[in-house]
């Protein structure tokens, strides 16, 4: 996935860098090279930029350029609405608050340790698709299985 | 942990004599002006590197009977020539003209330093490494071991702190002791692993004849890295060429190398304690950077700074100027009515002192703009901007430099040094004359106390809220006419929130406040002794047949239009030296003082309505910059034909601008 899909609070490692020369240059002066592990700290009030953290500083960046950074996550537990991004199996840890919300997923059928699959960016929950939207999709914690 | 000795003290303990050149080097925001202003005090001045007008800070200090020059050199992350900053840096630290480097690190998150500190040991420059803001790291439980730091770094390790002045002495003591010792504490040598040293090792092979000022092996780095200066020198030197990849590649993994020596290091040296708490910091950060909450802070910060800069402040300008008068009416009294007292006090007095009477609040600007800066907030408020800023094809970045505009013109220009990109830069140098400067204040206010005693507060606002506009407008129809490409990216730190200290605030007002004293003691004096004569002779006093009259008799058809009078056209053309001289020169020709209020009423009302008066500002507000601007233009920009843009650009937009508000605030009160 992009840094520019990233939510707050995630950490991620960067992959690749397909940037302009200048802003690449730059970057990597500052300690953004691949392998590096960074976080998303804030989306500005409108949008746009972003700041993320790289060892303890605030470093803010355009979601253009992040559009440029290749990464993945790097703990196992992370928002469903992320693990969207890459086909594969989740178990779902955790849910967050609000009433609404949990009487909806549990109507889908969503509980704890429940197993999830995402395929081409759609999700499905013994072998039905389910829609969510983003916001939901933040709410629900899920951890990769292997297999 | 086994302390390493420096071994070097028996050094500090002669009575020696001599002198030390210093360069501080560190990456923006880590507190580096902090340590030199806590190193230097108030002596210090400012200057320009040679060629370029980015500023040069020095300042000098005693120490064991040695003087210590120390230079402040601009902050930068790395040192690879991608920024005016990082060149500038760089060819001072392989100048060889420092016989020391004191890298300014930030105690709590030090990887960067570290960092740029390998590059200068790369360099083989003697540099001691102060980590700085020791107290803070004290503060959250973080305990560093500089023993371990140097044993790994080869460099002497201080940590101090520019607020409780721990360490300072220490760090003194070592620049005077590491100085006199010949080499470094010891040679560290970075092994990039066999591949990376085996291209290093042909590169070197290779060399013909050794690089000048810089050694062979930085050299080889650089030129496998794709230095852009280096890499080019390396081509001239018959040096293969090299494809980008591998260029990259090669910048990546040096890179990434360091990083992992850094991190290492820094495991062995550093101790923290694991729990996470929010800090303070980051816990203003997530009020000032709301997603509701960010806009109506900054809106009222800047309230507050208007509101401190120009109420707080005019108690202070009120006395200085009831000084003035009554010095200039004591003067015609002793003296009587002849030329000399004229002179003295329609030229002199009047003249400087009608400037002088806004040194509050230029001061007081420049202290609101200093806590600004200094606390941090100034990022934030790019941060939280920049979406809209991109939408005029600037960044956040331009924004502060913009901001800083509201204080003086000059500044703003200089600042745009931050931005790397040449196209935003220039676009920024281009359009910052436009935000409404602090000189332009006094002729806002004697105007607007004269026409509008009662809507002043609210005119103002209008005439700073114009100033911002044409300011954004004019840098999407330059980059329309010019560029029409991308805006350039928005890459900034955070800086930790900081209280400004006392001695920090009051270096930065006083360093650019002092431009205000300076213009007003030479540019303003000659200005208005120059206007005194011009408007005293020959008639002797009579304004109506100096040489003045005779000038601005012969300009006045170009306000045509507005038909301004000719003493109204004769100030804006004396203005064009300062905008301040507008104000003595209006006191001048219309032969009034600011406090007679009334006096002023009757006579400037005769010429002019409110309609006119406010064209009149809207004129003042937008066109060409003052005289130290366009220099400042030039020598930034390095070209006369954007000096020149700038110029006529200006005076079209004010010109234009200020017709459509005569003709629109015409009908609307006149009908």
């Known amino acids: ?147 | 942990m086994r302390p390493v000795r420096h071994g070097l003290c028996q050094v500090a303990d002669k009575k020696g004599s001599g002198e030390v050149r210093v360069a501080l080097v560190g990456c923006p925001n880590v507190g580096k002006t902090s340590l030199f202003n806590a190193l230097t005090g108030s002596k210090q001045y400012v200057a320009n590197w040679p060629g370029v007008t980015v500023e040069k800070k020095e300042g000098v200090f005693l120490h064991k009977g040695f003087r210590i020059s120390v230079i402040d050199l601009p902050g930068t992350y790395a040192l690879d020539y991608n920024s005016l900053d990082e060149k500038i840096t760089r060819d001072y630290i392989l100048s060889g003209e420092p016989d020391l480097i004191v890298l300014v690190g930030d105690s709590v998150n030090p990887e960067q330093s570290l960092y740029l500190l390998l590059e200068i040991v790369e360099m083989e420059k003697k540099v001691i490494l102060a980590l700085t803001a020791y107290d803070e790291a004290k503060k959250m439980g973080i305990k560093i071991d500089k023993y371990e730091l140097q044993k790994h770094l080869g460099v002497p390790v201080v940590l101090v702190s520019s607020i409780t002045g721990e360490g300072l002495e220490e760090l003194k003591d070592l620049i005077v002791d590491y100085s006199a010792r010949k080499g470094v504490l010891h040679k560290v040598h970075l092994d990039y692993g066999e591949a990376m040293e085996k291209r290093i090792r042909e590169v070197l092979n290779n060399l013909t004849d050794l690089p000048i000022g810089a050694p062979p092996r930085y050299f080889a780095m650089k030129y496998l890295s794709g230095d852009t200066q280096f890499y080019q020198e390396a081509l001239k030197s018959g040096l293969p060429e090299l494809s980008e990849e591998e260029r990259i590649a090669f910048k990546i993994s040096l890179s990434k190398k360091k990083r992992e020596l850094i991190e290492n290091v820094i495991k062995e040296a550093y101790q923290s304690s694991e729990e996470k708490v929010l800090s303070l910091s980051e816990a203003i950060d997530h009020v000032l950077t709301h997603k509701f909450l960010s806009f109506p802070l900054f809106f009222a910060f800047m309230y507050l700074v208007f509101k401190f800069t120009f109420e707080t402040a005019q108690v202070f300008s009120d006395l200085l100027d009831l000084a003035f008068t009554n010095l200039g009416n004591l003067l015609v009294e002793r003296l009587g009515e002849n030329a000399i007292s004229s002179f003295m006090a329609d030229g002199l007095i009047s003249g400087v002192g009608s400037v002088l009477t806004f040194v509050p609040n230029i001061f007081f600007l420049f202290l609101a703009m200093g806590f600004l800066e200094e606390s941090g907030y100034l990022p934030r408020a790019a941060f939280v901007m920049d979406r809209i800023m991109e939408k005029f094809k600037l960044s956040g970045r331009s924004f502060m430099s913009l901001l800083l505009g509201f204080g003086c013109n000059v500044s703003s220009v200089m600042s745009t040094r931050v931005i790397d990109d040449p196209k935003e830069r220039l676009v920024t140098i281009l359009i910052s004359p436009f935000m409404s400067c602090s000189a332009r204040l006094p002729v806002y206010l004697l105007i607007l106390r004269i026409f509008f005693p009662h809507a002043s507060a609210a005119l103002l606002f209008s005439l700073y809220t114009l100033s911002i506009l044409i300011t954004l407008l004019s840098s999407s129809f330059i980059n329309w006419l010019f560029y029409r490409g991308r805006s350039s990216p928005l890459i900034i730190e955070l800086p930790r929130y900081r209280f400004p200290t006392f001695r920090n605030l009051y270096l930065y007002t006083w360093n650019r406040g002092k431009h205000f004293l300076k213009k007003a003691g030479t540019i303003i004096l000659l200005a208005s002794i120059a206007i005194w004569f011009l408007t005293y002779f020959p008639g002797n006093g009579n304004v109506e047949e100096s040489f003045s009259a005779s000038i601005g008799k012969a300009l006045t058809w170009i306000f045509k239009p507005f038909d301004y009078s000719w003493k109204i056209t004769l100030s804006l053309f004396y203005g064009a030296v300062a905008k301040e001289v507008i104000v003595s020169s209006i006191t001048m020709l219309y032969n009034f003082d600011e406090v007679e209020l009334e006096t002023a009423r009757s006579v400037l009302g005769l010429e002019m309505d409110p309609v006119k008066a406010f064209t009149f500002l809207v004129f003042v507000m937008a066109y060409i910059p003052c005289i130290a601007t366009v220099a400042t233009i030039y020598s930034e920009t390095n070209s006369l034909k954007w000096t020149l843009f700038s110029v006529l650009y200006s005076f079209g937009i004010a010109y234009s601008l200020s017709l459509l508000v005569y003709k629109i605030g015409g009908l609307v009160v006149r009908s």
Request: no cysteine.
């Open chain 1, 1 to 147: 996935m992009k840094l520019f899909q990233v939510t707050p609070g995630v950490r991620v490692k960067v992959l690749r860098m397909d940037l302009p020369g200048d802003v690449q240059n730059k970057l990597v002066g500052m300690g953004l090279i691949p392998g590096a592990i960074v976080e998303v700290v804030k989306i500005a009030p409108l949008g746009d930029p972003i700041v993320f953290s790289l060892n303890g500083r605030n470093i803010t960046l355009r979601k253009k350029e992040a559009e440029g950074i290749e990464v993945e996550p790097v703990d196992e537990v992370m928002p469903l609405y992320l693990a969207m991004f890459e086909d594969g199996e989740y178990e779902v840890v955790e849910m967050f608050e609000g009433k609404r919300f949990l009487e909806k997923v549990k109507k889908l059928g969503i509980f704890s340790g429940e197993r999830l699959t995402v395929k081409n960016g759609t999700l499905y929950l013994k072998g039905r698709p389910i829609l969510l939207g983003k916001g939901e999709a933040l709410k629900i914690l899920v951890r990769g299985v292997k297999g």
